[in-house]
Structure formats: C-alpha cells, structure tokens
C-alpha cells in the first residue's frame, strides 16, 4: 500500500511564501495537493501527471502556486508565493494510482491522502 507523508506547513504574514513537500513510498500516476479550512468543504489546490507531462491548477491559486515534481525521489512540492489568509487550511498530499487526467475537482479521484499540514498565513 502506497503512503504520502507530507511537511513543510507552518505560519507565514500575507505576502510571503511556503513550500510544501510529500514523499510518496511508491509508484503513482497522478499526485495532487488538496485543502480544507475550517467549516469549509475540501478544495482541490493543484495536481500533476507523472512525470510533470501536466499540470493542473484551481482558479484561486493559479499564477501564485506551483506544483512539481521529482521522480529521482518520489517527492512532490507546492511552491506556494503571495500567501493570503483565504489560503489559510490543512493541506493534504494525495495519490492515485489511476491512469486519466490528474484533476483537483473532486477528492473522489484519489484514493491515498495524507495526514495533512497546517497552514496559516495572517494580515
């Protein structure tokens, strides 16, 4: 059974930046990040095909996030620059080992989840 590990969360002001990283312990096809704040459902942040071949990004966080990859390793990152408080959440790393497009509109699409990493970006 393949696991993600995530790190990487924390607390930063608005304006700065946050790396996210994930280790996956083995073969997946699409890897994702996926977040949820408080009394909010889970959002999809940004996902990518093995291999990086593409990439997928959710309206509110595109040309401020950026996901990839490196194989060598099994890791996944989100560069995550010009943090706001909406971006406040638990971020989880998530897996599947399903071929098709590696989008982030619904959760149901993977099927390995982390345990998530807290973070918090304040005014």
């Known amino acids: 059974q393949v696991q993600v590990v995530e790190s990487g969360g924390g607390s930063v002001q608005a304006g700065g930046s946050l790396r996210l990283s994930c280790v996956a312990s083995?073969?997946?096809?699409?890897m994702a990040w996926f977040r949820q704040a408080p009394g909010k459902e889970r959002e999809g942040v940004a996902g990518?095909?093995?291999?990086?071949?593409?990439?997928y990004y959710a309206d509110s966080v595109k040309g401020r996030f950026t996901i990839s990859q490196v194989m060598a390793n099994n890791t996944l990152y989100l560069q995550m620059d010009s943090l706001n408080p909406e971006d406040t959440a638990v971020y989880y790393c998530?897996?599947?080992?399903?071929?098709?497009?590696?989008?982030?509109?619904?959760?149901?699409?993977?099927?390995?989840w982390g345990q998530g990493t807290q973070v918090t970006v304040s005014s």
């Open positions: 998530v897996a599947d080992l399903g071929i098709g497009e590696c989008t982030v509109v619904s959760p149901s699409r993977y099927k390995i």
């Open positions: 083995g073969y997946t096809y699409c």
């Open positions: 990518i095909m093995r291999g990086g071949w593409r990439t």
